[in-house]
């Protein structure tokens, strides 16, 4: 009796093995005989085009997508695997918090002082998102590390007459008491502008000044127009 048991008892479990093999892939639309060895599913469209399941790792590969407009969301999948939707205003959000600052004001300087640079100080805030500016000492003091762009411009004295044969100064962008970059800006007898501007991997606590000297043959004290701004532009690579 046991032996007549046993035989439909391994025909059932050949029948569930064989079963499962064959449908171990699933070929669905257009062409629904033919399938790649790679995947566990395929969605075909009538112009070829398909949405394929991976069966060695579960990626998934869509071979066509509209275009979209600028009302559509976006889907992203967190750390559990869960595909959710995010609109693109709150990405804008995100953009919006990147640290910045843009300076602006005046200094009266002497003349005629190339060896002793001047720290440019008590400007004006116009705009500061994560970044920390002193006034009293000139520093701006890093708060996110990044990639960050700079830009000094400044503009020196308005023409003194004749006399004054040489009108020039130059502006230095100097992190943790290291002279970063020097531009300076000349002309004959007329307001000089000097424009300095770069791109500097910049770490938390790091504390950024600019400097200005001159080597003018005008021997007074002028007023200089300046402009200060710094953004971050991206995490740093490594």
Known sequence: METKH???????????FLTSSAFSQVKIGTNPTTINANSNLE????????????RNDGTVVIENTPSGKITDSLLTVDPSG???????????????????IRLSGSVNYNTRQP???FTIK?????????????AVTG???????????????????????ATATQNDHCTYFIVNNVSEQQV???????????????IRALAVNDK?????????????????SVRINMFKLSEKAN
Do not use: W
Request: aromatic residues 8%; positive net charge.
């Open 6 to 16: 046993l035989l439909p008892v391994l025909c059932g479990f050949a029948s569930i």
């Open 43 to 54: 969605v075909e469209g009538t112009n070829n085009k398909k949405v394929i399941v991976h």
């Open 82 to 100: 869960n595909v959710r939707m995010k609109s693109v205003e709150s990405l804008r959000t995100v953009t919006q918090i990147s640290p910045y």
């Open 115 to 117: 060896l002793n640079a």
């Open 122 to 134: 008590s400007m004006s805030v116009d705009l500061n998102n994560d970044m920390a500016y002193n």
């Open 139 to 161: 520093e701006i003091t890093i708060l996110k590390p990044g990639i960050y762009f700079f830009s000094v411009v400044t503009t020196g004295h308005v023409d003194l007459g």
């Open 184 to 198: 300076c800006g000349r002309s004959a007898r007329f307001a000089p502008t000097a424009s300095n501007s770069g």
């Open 208 to 224: 950024v000044i600019v400097k200005l000297t001159t080597a003018s043959n005008i021997d007074s004290t002028g007023i200089y």
